[in-house]
């Protein structure tokens, strides 16, 4: 299993959605079904993170499901509609309720961990973007820990973590590449629980230009050690640490985040997840 339990919180590793395709034969063995990758999945790594929800809420029978075919510990997260995030009107009801049926399974299975709240590049820190926060915090922080990612580096202010912190909204750091206007690879915890997600440094097709997939990226054992001393320091200062690889293409996440557990686990001086 993929986590690692320090002298103060554990770290807890996994990638950003298990069920691809092109997974096959990269991490799953070859031939694995499409109802078999989570079993394969639960047994190397004991978080996912789910990123579907963003592209539609799923029915609740659907969450269920996951729960049902995972181990009693094992971890949800679960990333925000892009209603939520993304669009300037406020969601209508019928989301809400949507997206509190789909999280009730894992909820009641003892398995949810919290939402992921992903902004895009174009959010900026002014009075519609203080109302969206307010709103996603009121809406849904009684479903569970909030998870803030935040895409333009305007957002890397002490008033913003200030404000995080007093509500108890986790920032969640990120490694993506080093363009302007992107947020830099500054590890912060506000709240108790620290989390953190590895993009990949696609800088020629981050913009979508190059044809290619800005997530096609797979780190090198240096680039994944810039950051073994960061997510120390944030264990040591949290409950809980968080790592989610969403470098998908071609199984790269899994074998990143698989790497990423032995070198936290060799400077480590406790249990990793």
């Not at 939520?84 to 309720?97: F, I, L």
């Not at 333009?152 to 920032?171: K, M, T």
Request: charged share 25%.
């Amino acid at each position: 299993m993929t986590a690692v339990a320090t002298t103060a919180g554990t770290i807890t590793l996994g990638t950003s959605g298990f069920s691809f395709d092109d997974w096959v034969g990269a991490f799953y063995p070859e031939r694995t079904r499409k109802a078999d990758m989570l079993g394969f999945y639960a047994s190397r790594f004991s978080a996912v993170e789910i990123n579907s929800t963003y592209y539609g809420i799923p029915p609740a029978k659907t969450m269920a499901g996951l729960a049902e075919r995972t181990p009693d510990d094992f971890e949800f997260l679960v990333k925000a509609h892009k209603s939520m995030t993304h669009d300037s009107a406020d969601p209508d009801e019928s989301t809400w309720r949507a997206f509190d049926d789909c999280l009730a399974p894992l909820v009641a299975a003892g398995k949810h961990r919290g939402i992921l709240l992903q902004f895009p590049w174009a959010f900026r820190p002014d009075r519609a973007a203080r109302h969206r926060l307010d709103l996603l915090h009121e809406r849904l922080s009684p479903r569970g820990p909030l998870f803030v990612e935040f895409r333009h580096a305007s957002w890397l202010d002490e008033r913003v973590f200030r404000y995080l912190d007093e509500r108890g909204i986790g920032y969640c750091s990120v490694d993506e590449p080093p363009l302007p206007g992107l947020v830099p690879p500054v590890a912060r915890l506000t709240g108790q629980v620290a989390y953190v997600r590895f993009h990949g440094r696609n800088e020629k097709t981050w913009w979508g230009h190059g044809g290619g997939d800005r997530y096609d990226y797979d780190y090198s054992p240096a680039e994944l050690t810039e950051w073994v001393r960061k997510i120390r320091e944030l264990a040591e200062r949290s409950r809980q640490v968080y790592v989610f690889f969403n470098n998908c293409h071609a199984g790269q996440a899994a074998r990143n985040a698989l790497l990423m557990r032995d070198l936290v686990q060799r400077d480590s001086l406790g249990e990793v997840r």
